[in-house]
């Protein structure tokens, strides 16, 4: 017997025992798959899964997590400090060194420096964090604008106690031969000198209305990049901590400490090779104003 004579499809009436013909004259095609586990009479295959409501879903939480990071946001800038925050992940940065405080940045420049800075724990930050970019810019290098950044950073009397001493270290024909740079501070040609501090955060240590005590964590590139360079550009990792006054309207460097690290573990990144790393250097400006 077939499978059209088992159905009452019978070839008198029009139907072929095909097993694939149409069904009930409704012009329906019966397609029989492998899969016939939890299959109905008419051997179709399992319910699908319902992908679309699982697209929903998935949207759903993505909208409800943009709009929570946008309420903290918006809810983060109440207070200059997060006092212990005990609803903070563990290992999490305080809310204070990620949101928003309102305090616009400074609008005004010392020569090439950012100056302004408020009178709160944000702006004792700002100020530590851009003079860690001064204080280790290959322009410290240079006479004159050593001298300028001097001034602009520290305050009148520390500048004038350290101009000199500043000035030895600097201009030593021993310490600029032993990082390859002619005696007059200049790279040798064909090699550009690379002296850039990149600050990633900073953290508040103390702070007494007037005085502050700021940690600026920052990698450090400094080398020559070039062909032939005897030393290449490399990057190292500090934490300065600047002893901060408030004087005539901004913050004013006192003293500062330095020391190696946190140092995070290298990638398995290839070396630029030195054109390329040069090119950097003269079309990727160094940063204007760090936080």
């Known amino acids: ?3 059209g004579d088992d ?3 019978r070839n008198d009436s029009g139907r072929t025992d095909d097993a694939y013909s149409t069904i009930g004259g409704t012009r329906q095609t019966r397609t029989r798959l492998p899969d016939g586990e939890g299959g109905d009479g008419y051997g179709s295959p399992r319910r699908p899964v319902r992908k679309p409501r699982s697209m929903v879903m998935m949207v759903g939480v993505v909208v409800l997590l943009v709009a929570a990071i946008a309420f903290a946001n918006m809810s983060g800038g109440g207070g200059d400090r997060d006092n212990g925050d005990p609803g903070r992940a563990a290992g999490s940065p305080n809310t204070s060194s990620t949101a ?3 305090t616009k940045p400074v609008q005004g ?3 090439t420096i950012a100056s302004g800075f408020a009178h709160n724990e944000q702006g004792a930050q700002s100020a530590a ?3 860690a970019v001064a204080l280790g810019s290959a322009e410290m290098f240079d006479k004159g604008r050593r001298r300028a950044i001097i001034t602009s950073v520290y305050a009148p009397e520390v500048a004038a106690a350290r101009q000199g ?3 030895k270290v600097y201009s030593g024909r021993d310490f600029l031969t032993s990082i390859g740079l002619e005696a007059d501070g200049t790279a040798p040609a064909g090699l550009t000198f690379v002296s850039r501090s990149n600050p990633v955060g900073t953290r508040v240590v103390k702070f007494d209305g007037d005085t502050a005590s700021v940690a600026v964590w920052y990698s450090a590139l400094f080398g020559l990049a070039g062909e032939g360079s005897k030393n290449p550009v490399a990057e190292s990792w500090f934490t300065n901590t600047f002893e901060l006054t408030w ?3 901004d913050w004013k460097v006192t003293n500062f400490t330095q020391k190696d690290g946190p140092t995070p573990v290298g990638r398995d990144q290839a070396a630029s090779p030195a054109d390329e790393m040069a090119d950097a250097v003269e079309q990727f400006g160094g940063f204007t ?3």
Request: glycine share 16%; proline share 0%; hydrophobic share 30%.
């Open 100 to 102: 928003a405080t309102g």
């Open 129 to 131: 964090a851009n003079y």
């Open 165 to 167: 001493d500043l000035d």
């Open 289 to 291: 104003y760090a936080r």
């Open 7 to 9: 159905n009452g499809y």
């Open 109 to 111: 420049k010392n020569g």
């Open 247 to 249: 004087l005539d309207g």
């Open 1 to 3: 017997m077939s499978l």
